[in-house]
């Protein structure tokens, strides 16, 4: 029998474990954010580590063609050089999502809060598959998040996946500290992806207290490879699936899901992929929804996500802004006009929706919903004719209404940091405004 014949012959398994025995290779170029190898038998999101003058530095393989491996360093590839032997290694380990709990760790499951080390577990396929969208049980309940605005007129249920949109300087990470603070979660997982490394420590200090017993934290800052901001992502997600699968209710919190997709960026075009809209490959838009649809509600369990996105020029139509609008369950846009008035959170009402709130909250509750985001709307639109004198009480009913309830409407918006609104409560003050329900005994 003939080579070609016995290659045919051979059983998969046999023939893959002759393949694999290809373990170990040498750098043959490095170009830009890439280094290059041959000899080695890789799989996509395999762990190397290249031997340097330095020591050994990790690396992840990215891509392959023929017999050169595409790899992306971990770490500073200081000590570089041509034919520097290549092995791959072991994947790294998830680490004990119980023992996480409370802790800060980096986008390698690593501890970084001085607190000691964290045991390690297996990485599992658990969560990896994809979710049969035919067993995913509907979001019928409601889920509070102790954040008024948010609980009365954008509603979110358990296992909902929202968008947190907002640009630079109108207040994400106060409301997202807001939301990880007062949401009725049983744990909290907290991802920053690719933020500057000064606001972590303040972030945790400032709007976490410190940090939470039933929360993790994973960190990969702005400094981190590319691999390595995603790595931190995928982390983050695999830590909240796992005590989905234990039966508790999860929130998500991943900021930012633009970061998320400026590291597949890069990644893209080092590979050479062609750069469409503000240069994001072809590979970005297949991220996005595969990091999403990872969370949300299941038989045993939920993840209810909350992904903030960042406004560029606070341009809606920005291509993420736009891709994540169309993945997400709901999107949450905080206004810079808003944030400028003195009104926090900024949450913009008539430019948001939760696409479940007609699922989850009562028709009555929903009616002064919809109530509230008209007058607000409409008072908004007319906003520049009425600061100028020009308009006309009488000559449109919904405006005249709109402009006598306009300061009950904005005290409505605006809840200090360090305040909490139940949903019980919300959904009370805003039968209140409308003259429906009883005044609140403080």
């Not at 990470?173 to 000064?198: H, P, Q």
């Not at 995928?234 to 999860?250: S, Y």
């Given at each position: 029998?003939?080579?070609?014949?016995?290659?045919?012959?051979?059983p998969?398994?046999?023939?893959?474990q002759?393949?694999?025995?290809r373990?170990?290779g040498?750098?043959?170029?490095?170009?830009?954010l890439?280094?290059e190898?041959?000899?080695?038998?890789?799989?996509?999101?395999?762990?190397?580590?290249?031997?340097?003058?330095?020591?050994?530095?990790?690396?992840?393989?990215?891509?392959?063609?023929?017999?050169?491996?595409?790899?992306?360093?971990?770490d500073?590839?200081?000590?570089?050089?041509?034919?520097?032997?290549?092995?791959?290694?072991?994947?790294?380990?998830?680490?004990?999502?119980?023992a996480?709990?409370?802790?800060?760790?980096?986008?390698?499951?690593?501890?970084?809060d001085?607190?000691?080390?964290?045991?390690?577990?297996?990485?599992?396929?658990?969560?990896?598959?994809?979710?049969?969208?035919?067993?995913?049980?509907?979001?019928?309940?409601?889920?509070?998040?102790?954040?008024?605005?948010?609980?009365?007129?954008?509603?979110?249920?358990?296992?909902?996946?929202?968008?947190?949109?907002?640009?630079?300087?109108?207040?994400?990470?106060?409301?997202?500290?807001?939301?990880?603070?007062?949401?009725?979660?049983?744990v909290?997982?907290?991802?920053?992806?690719g933020?500057?490394?000064?606001?972590?420590r303040?972030?945790?200090?400032?709007n976490?207290?410190?940090g939470?017993?039933?929360?993790t934290?994973?960190?990969?800052?702005?400094?981190?490879?590319?691999?390595?901001?995603?790595?931190?992502?995928?982390?983050?997600?695999?830590?909240?699936?796992?005590?989905?699968?234990?039966?508790?209710?999860?929130?998500?919190?991943?900021?930012?899901?633009?970061?998320?997709?400026q590291?597949?960026?890069?990644?893209?075009?080092?590979?050479?992929?062609?750069?469409?809209?503000?240069?994001?490959?072809?590979?970005?838009?297949?991220?996005?929804?595969?990091?999403?649809?990872?969370?949300?509600?299941?038989?045993?369990g939920?993840?209810?996500?909350?992904?903030t996105?960042?406004?560029?020029?606070?341009?809606?139509?920005?291509?993420i802004v736009?891709?994540?609008?169309?993945?997400?369950?709901g999107?949450?846009?905080?206004?810079?006009?808003?944030?400028?008035?003195?009104?926090?959170?900024?949450?913009?009402?008539?430019?948001?929706?939760?696409?479940?709130?007609?699922?989850?909250?009562p028709?009555?509750?929903?009616?002064?919903?919809?109530?509230?985001?008209?007058?607000?709307?409409?008072?908004?639109?007319?906003?520049?004719?009425?600061?100028?004198?020009?308009y006309?009480?009488?000559a449109?009913a919904?405006t005249?209404?709109?402009?006598?309830?306009?300061?009950?409407?904005?005290?409505?918006?605006?809840?200090?940091?360090?305040?909490?609104?139940t949903?019980?409560?919300s959904?009370?003050?805003?039968?209140?405004l409308?003259?429906?329900?009883?005044?609140?005994?403080?």
């Amino acid at each position: 029998m003939n080579a070609e014949g016995l290659h045919f012959t051979l059983p998969w398994a046999i023939a893959r474990q002759i393949v694999r025995a290809r373990r170990s290779g040498r750098v043959t170029s490095s170009i830009g954010l890439l280094v290059e190898a041959r000899g080695l038998s890789a799989e996509l999101g395999e762990r190397a580590e290249i031997l340097t003058a330095h020591g050994p530095k990790a690396a992840e393989v990215v891509g392959f063609k023929g017999e050169t491996s595409y790899l992306m360093p971990l770490d500073r590839m200081d000590g570089l050089q041509v034919d520097a032997p290549v092995r791959l290694a072991m994947t790294l380990p998830v680490p004990d999502a119980m023992a996480a709990l409370g802790r800060i760790i980096d986008a390698s499951g690593t501890a970084i809060d001085g607190r000691g080390p964290l045991g390690q577990q297996k990485s599992t396929t658990q969560g990896l598959e994809r979710i049969n969208p035919l067993v995913r049980p509907p979001i019928d309940e409601v889920l509070d998040v102790g954040v008024a605005s948010i609980n009365a007129l954008i509603t979110v249920g358990k296992g909902q996946r929202v968008g947190l949109f907002a640009g630079s300087g109108v207040g994400k990470s106060v409301t997202l500290g807001m939301l990880a603070r007062n949401t009725k979660a049983d744990v909290v997982i907290l991802a920053m992806i690719g933020e500057r490394g000064r606001e972590v420590r303040e972030f945790i200090e400032d709007n976490l207290g410190g940090g939470l017993p039933h929360a993790t934290v994973v960190v990969s800052p702005a400094d981190d490879s590319p691999a390595l901001r995603l790595r931190g992502a995928w982390l983050a997600t695999e830590l909240a699936e796992f005590h989905r699968h234990q039966g508790k209710n999860v929130l998500l919190l991943m900021d930012s899901l633009t970061r998320c997709a400026q590291a597949q960026r890069e990644i893209g075009l080092a590979l050479g992929e062609p750069p469409t809209t503000k240069g994001y490959t072809p590979s970005v838009f297949a991220l996005l929804p595969k990091l999403v649809e990872r969370t949300g509600r299941t038989e045993a369990g939920s993840i209810t996500a909350f992904y903030t996105v960042l406004m560029e020029e606070d341009d809606l139509q920005d291509p993420i802004v736009d891709a994540a609008r169309a993945i997400l369950d709901g999107h949450i846009v905080l206004s810079r006009r808003l944030a400028d008035a003195g009104i926090y959170p900024a949450v913009d009402v008539g430019a948001s929706v939760s696409r479940l709130q007609t699922r989850i909250v009562p028709e009555a509750e929903r009616t002064l919903s919809l109530r509230f985001k008209a007058l607000w709307s409409r008072y908004t639109e007319q906003e520049d004719l009425i600061s100028m004198g020009a308009y006309q009480r009488g000559a449109d009913a919904l405006t005249d209404e709109a402009i006598a309830r306009r300061n009950k409407l904005a005290e409505f918006l605006r809840q200090p940091a360090s305040q909490q609104v139940t949903y019980a409560e919300s959904m009370a003050r805003l039968r209140v405004l409308f003259g429906e329900g009883q005044a609140l005994i403080p």
